[in-house]
């Protein structure tokens, strides 16, 4: 019973672990990752995620126009394919563009072929209405499994997460701003979001996060932060 009792603690702890290391931003566990950039100098990088977003990704390209912020969009195929303009307004601009997969799926259990799969769909529309293929991929939910490194690896391009983030799919505005900006450091990646999966856009709503940015970049300005392009803080090749 002892034992039994002993290797069930251990079963258990290992599952933690390893929900952990497959769910966790800051694990290392699925490499190369890039969590945070260099952090000499004061320099945070700003990206959204779920996009493009009929409304909210206007009003937030308006935004980082008006306060001249790049910022990097890693864009959901299905989205792209609704919303292609869009995506021409985000590359326009001098923004960055960075693969979400095609239906903003969980990679857990997935097999290989199927995250290639939803990485080469997506990888094909952005090229389409954009003329090139990105060489950054966010997984969904932050998500890793087995496969998706090797798949990323062989396509030539970097696995990025973040560092700090706003929890802006839960929090109301104030706490959007002021978990941001908490979270702050030398080579910060923020995350935030302009969509919402692929939903409909009656599904969606990221006026909290809209009406926060502003605050977001004028605080991270006030704490002497500069914000640079996320391909800044990638490996040279």
Request: aromatic share 12%; proline share 6%; charged share 25%.
């Amino acid at each position: 019973m002892i034992t039994a009792a002993i290797l069930a603690i251990l079963g258990l702890a290992f599952g933690l672990w390893f929900w952990w290391a497959c769910s966790e931003p800051s694990s290392t566990f699925f490499r190369p990752v890039l969590i945070r950039g260099p952090q000499e100098g004061k320099r945070i990088s700003l990206t959204f995620d779920d996009g493009p977003a009929e409304q909210f990704t206007e009003q937030i390209l308006d935004i980082l126009r008006a306060q001249q912020v790049p910022a990097t969009f890693f864009v959901c195929g299905k989205n792209v394919e609704n919303h292609p303009d869009l995506l021409r307004r985000i590359v326009a601009e001098g923004h960055e563009v960075g693969n979400h997969a095609y239906s903003h799926f969980f990679v857990y259990f997935k097999s290989r072929r199927r995250i290639a799969g939803e990485i080469d769909r997506t990888q094909e529309i952005i090229e389409k209405v954009v003329g090139f293929r990105p060489r950054i991929f966010r997984p969904p939910y932050g998500a890793r499994w087995f496969g998706l490194v090797p798949a990323l690896v062989e396509r030539g391009m970097h696995l990025i997460l973040w560092s700090a983030t706003g929890y802006d799919w839960k929090k109301d505005v104030p706490g959007i701003i002021k978990a941001a900006l908490g979270e702050l450091k030398p080579g910060a990646v923020i995350l935030l979001h302009d969509g919402r999966e692929t939903r409909r856009a009656i599904e969606i709503d990221r006026s909290r996060t809209v009406e926060a940015l502003p605050a977001i970049i004028a605080g991270a300005r006030k704490q002497g932060y500069t914000f640079a392009p996320l391909k800044d803080f990638l490996p040279a090749t």
